[in-house]
């Protein structure tokens, strides 16, 4: 029976649905409002939310305080509608013989008090101001103030702030800021479209959207700061979310296949494109919002606008090209396959003009060796920040950067660029050899638009090498070449330490021939190292080194942003500052641990192989075999204790083999998710989504994008592997009678 469209769902079980989601949020938004506790700002590493125009944090008569410019901006979220009362703390701490600062406070640009602060050693003096009622989300204050001169200090120095806080008038708080109203409602219809969209049931959709809705809610009573400054942005994420599933689905809409939508592998080409340029529209969306430093590279933005123009040219073209026996979609595709390729290219250009600072680490120390007699580690500066600039690599890695050691370094830096290229299209062109059908080898190649990737050729990185032996490990794995892929996993484990997870793949299966093929490449490379650098480093590696990596939630763990494991997730809530410094508690060490096993033993557990009865043998169920092994290349940035944004470049393997799973059509749901997926890890890097200062509040969620895009990604693996698991069951329960 041939497939047919998707109908919508009758028009009142939307109206109803969107009722309740208006109704609910315009209640519990309306009682957050009124029951939020005035809000209070101090100086924080987290101010530059709201503040800007003032030089950095100092300790001024015992309390956190910054000096002013002679323009600074105070912007805070509005609690109420009606009229509130500004309360600033302002210090004089200028040296004797100075004039008082004259300040003017300017709302919205119509200036409101102008007054001097007199010269205090001790307490700040504290400056109230009354704020007229207005519709806007937001305050505007502008501190004006003339600039005293100190000899010793060049900086423009006005005023000291240390304080400020925001409580509406008994009338001002009775009604909520219409705009802020009007972004969270807008976050509730939009989320609950964007999951109808994904054919996410109804009651499923309203009950998710309203849990969206309730969580912003608490976050708006119980710290506004927190929340109310990104809310606008939500709505805006919601609505882009939204509208890129709804226009996908119109341009290829899915077909209803055994009581749900599927969408034909075919369509994917459109979805990874649609879902990978909205990550762009989001910057400029955020731009327009005020955020500073996240707007797109220009280049970008010249491509993403060609792209726009030729795809709009194609779907204005549909008449014209059914006429002639085309297909509009198979244009559009080609459209978002050249805008993909000029990306991708922009990309690894831009790479090459960039610094290399992991290079110039691991090369310096080969240097230090071979041309200076230095030894490979320090241990000091491992052991001060463990993240830091010290080479921490098993000797393998400085033993094939030694011949290059007396070399120019930028030659060999150029060189190792150049490889990295390379590599990059071979593993290319050996996953696309794979695709089936021409769509599905499009969409291989729309994977290689990724930041992770060209980051690795900008920082003088190996994980691009590691895509490319992880591509010929699995390739090996499937023509039962298993010594081969055993030896490749020893040769970069001896480089990085974690691609060992992947042993975890061939000890479940008891292909114990990559397990030899692994000791023979050991005992080779090691011999190797000795060779160059003699068994003391290899010693000092064992003994001093690896014990100062440290382990989850000890020294082996940072908050910082592109630590985009669960251990770096699960950090951020705790850690007092978001740097790259080593962090951790009992706490977090306990939850790796348990995320690391859990995950571990769940990979273990789908990667078994299943006997079933065969007459008079016994056959192994292969099933999803690369599926499988993807499963523990995910976990080796996934579950560690620290991976940076680069080591996802491995992870574009894990996405072509999805792609070539199979030609069956995919769920609608499964599809967003992994477009989705591939958006998140593919576009950006830990700059990308940013402001200038690292932010508090709800933007440590948002820092943490790429680790959700992998947690969608180990979803979408494990319900691909148990679908299979259980068609195969079936079939072994529909064959078994024939053969008794």
Request: with cysteine; net charge positive; hydrophobic share 50%.
């Amino acid at each position: 029976m041939a497939p047919r469209l998707a109908t919508p769902a009758p028009i009142w079980w939307h109206q109803r649905s969107v009722l309740i989601c208006l109704l609910f949020t315009l209640i519990v938004g309306t009682l957050a409002f009124q029951h939020t506790s005035p809000l209070s700002l101090g100086v924080s590493p987290y101010d530059r939310n709201f503040l800007s125009g003032v030089n950095a944090i100092e300790t001024i008569a015992g309390t956190s305080s910054r000096w002013t410019r002679s323009v600074a901006d105070l912007h805070l979220p509005r609690l109420g509608a009606g009229a509130a009362i500004l309360n600033l703390g302002l210090l004089n701490s200028g040296p004797d013989g100075t004039a008082d600062p004259t300040i003017t406070l300017w709302n919205d640009r119509q200036p409101m008090a102008v007054f001097t602060v007199a010269r205090s050693r001790s307490d700040a003096r504290h400056f109230m101001l009354l704020l007229p009622p207005s519709l806007d989300s937001l305050i505007r204050i502008r501190i004006n103030s003339t600039l005293m001169s100190i000899p010793s200090d060049p900086r423009e120095l006005g005023v000291v702030f240390q304080t400020a806080q925001l409580t509406p008038t008994i009338d001002g708080q009775r009604f909520p800021p219409p705009l802020s109203m009007a972004a969270l409602v807008g976050l509730a219809l939009l989320s609950y479209g964007a999951l109808r969209g994904a054919d996410m049931g109804e009651r499923m959709s309203v009950g998710l959207a309203l849990l969206v809705t309730a969580g912003t809610v608490v976050g708006i009573a119980q710290r506004p700061l927190d929340v109310l400054p990104f809310l606008n942005r939500l709505c805006a994420l919601a609505g882009l979310v939204c509208a890129a599933i709804w226009l996908a689905r119109w341009i290829a809409p899915p077909q209803r296949h055994g009581g749900q939508l599927a969408l034909d592998r075919a369509n994917l080409p459109i979805y990874l494109g649609l879902a990978w340029w909205m990550m762009p529209l989001f910057q400029i969306v955020l731009t327009l919002d005020g955020a500073r430093n996240v707007t797109p590279h220009p280049a970008t933005i010249i491509i993403g606008a060609g792209t726009t123009i030729a795809a709009l040219g194609a779907l204005a073209l549909r008449s014209v090209a059914a006429q002639r026996g085309w297909s509009y979609r198979q244009m559009l595709i080609a459209v978002l396959l050249g805008g993909s390729l000029a990306h991708t290219a922009f990309m690894i250009e831009f790479a090459f003009t960039r610094s290399a600072s992991d290079f110039w680490i691991h090369f310096r120390a080969a240097r230090d060796v071979i041309r200076d007699g230095l030894p490979l580690y320090n241990l000091a500066g491992i052991a001060d920040n463990q993240f830091g600039f010290s080479y921490k690599w098993p000797p393998l890695y400085a033993a094939i950067l030694s011949p290059f050691a007396r070399l120019d370094g930028t030659a060999v830096l150029a060189g190792h660029r150049i490889i990295n290229s390379l590599f990059l299209g071979t593993t290319a062109v050996l996953l696309v050899r794979r695709a089936s059908r021409w769509p599905i080898a499009v969409a291989i190649l729309m994977l290689f638009n990724f930041r992770p990737a060209t980051d690795t050729i900008a920082f003088g990185q190996v994980d691009i090498a590691l895509l490319l032996g992880a591509t010929l490990v699995l390739l090996a794995a499937l023509r039962g070449r298993d010594g081969l892929a055993g030896a490749v996993i020893a040769f970069f484990t001896l480089i990085k330490l974690y691609p060992a997870m992947l042993f975890g793949f061939f000890l479940v299966q008891r292909r114990w021939r990559a397990i030899g093929g692994a000791i023979l490449a050991g005992v080779a490379c090691t011999a190797l190292t000795i060779t160059v650098f003699g068994w003391a480093t290899h010693w000092t590696f064992l003994t001093q080194v690896v014990p100062l990596l440290g382990g989850g939630g000890g020294s082996g763990t940072t908050p910082w942003i592109e630590n985009q494991t669960f251990s770096g997730f699960f950090s951020r809530f705790f850690a007092p500052k978001i740097t790259s410094e080593p962090f951790g508690t009992p706490l977090i060490s306990g939850a790796t641990y348990a995320f690391f096993g859990l995950s571990l033993l769940l990979a273990c557990a789908l990667a078994l192989p299943r006997m079933r009865a065969n007459g008079d043998n016994r056959a192994i169920w292969k099933i999803a075999t690369p599926l499988q092994f993807s499963l523990f290349l995910l976990l080796t940035v996934l579950a560690v204790p620290a991976a940076w944004m680069h080591y996802e470049t491995v992870i574009i393997l894990v996405f072509a083999a999805l792609l070539l799973h199979s030609d069956a059509p995919l769920p609608l749901g499964r599809a967003i998710a992994l477009v989705t997926a591939y958006a998140l890890i593919a576009y950006g890097n830990q700059w990308s989504f940013t402001e200038s200062a690292i932010s508090g509040g709800i933007g440590v969620l948002g820092y943490s994008y790429k680790f959700y895009g992998q947690m969608l990604l180990l979803g979408i693996i494990v319900a691909e592997i148990w679908h299979d698991m259980t068609v195969a069951r079936v079939a072994a329960l529909v064959q078994l009678p024939r053969n008794a």
